[in-house]
């Protein structure tokens, strides 16, 4: 049975398209209407970020964004105060680090999450082998928790995180942080082909997809895109309209691809 967020990105996919989620950084000014833009401009799901204090994934922008957001105020209780108002038509999905999680408690983030309207979450800090309790609590709540599967796993680990994944497998386009890159690394498409072999749930190839060009490449065999630091730098620069001129290009060639 299908929650809401791999429902949404099946029904993309089903259709023939590739699926866009783009990343926006929660409590940074002017962050919901950005949520807002990348709806309006064809993304299937968003990211919500959770700043964090240590955020051992994220590349220079976001950690940039980030502090933006820590600094005028942003905590995890009033970005979800927030999501509540959002009323945008496709999945919300929260970003976090484990940490976040821990400090509330599992049964009762998972309850936050869905009492927000939140569909799914991404924690990157917490490995398949540890979160069996986060993920009895999440399941329980109704919320996807996508699991990430790294270009340094071996083939018998895919399936187990595939298994345990939730909404769709965050295929890491590399090692290292987030960051817009000249070109698409080698390791996000073999990663991907691999992850695709082992599960009928849809992939997504995230970290370094950085243009629309980039996402055209790595759709060609993964089912989507996650696009981070390349939404957030537009978000930095110029706002909300900016974000929704940036999905929309993404969006217009993943469509133009796909026909």
Request: hydrophobic share 50%; net charge negative.
């Amino acid at each position: 049975m299908s929650g809401v967020l791999q429902s949404a990105l099946e029904s993309r996919i089903d259709a023939g398209g590739k699926c866009l989620v783009p990343y926006i950084t929660g409590g940074f000014p002017g962050w919901v209407d950005a949520v807002r833009a990348c709806a309006a401009h064809g993304a299937d799901a968003i990211e919500i970020g959770i700043p964090f204090s240590d955020p051992v994934m994220d590349g220079p922008v976001i950690q940039q964004a980030s502090q933006a957001a820590l600094d005028a105020g942003a905590t995890p209780v009033s970005i979800l105060q927030e999501v509540r108002t959002l009323d945008v038509g496709v999945p919300l999905v929260v970003m976090c680090y484990y940490n976040t999680v821990f400090h509330a408690g599992h049964e009762r983030f998972a309850a936050d999450l869905a009492a927000a309207g939140v569909s799914g979450a991404i924690i990157p800090d917490l490995p398949l082998e540890e979160a069996g309790d986060w993920a009895v609590a999440a399941d329980s709540a109704g919320v996807e928790t996508v699991m990430l599967a790294a270009p340094t796993a071996p083939d018998e680990r895919l399936p187990r995180v595939a298994a345990r994944a939730r909404g769709f497998v965050y295929s890491v386009g590399l090692l290292g942080v987030t960051g817009e890159r000249d070109s698409l690394a080698d390791t996000a498409t073999a990663l991907a082909a691999r992850v695709k072999r082992v599960t009928e749930m849809p992939v997504l190839v995230g970290v370094g997809v950085s243009n629309a060009a980039q996402a055209v490449e790595a759709s060609k065999v993964a089912d989507g895109v996650i696009m981070g630091a390349a939404v957030v730098r537009r978000l930095i620069e110029g706002g909300a309209d900016a974000v929704g001129s940036f999905v929309g290009e993404v969006r217009a060639a993943l469509d133009e691809s796909s026909r």
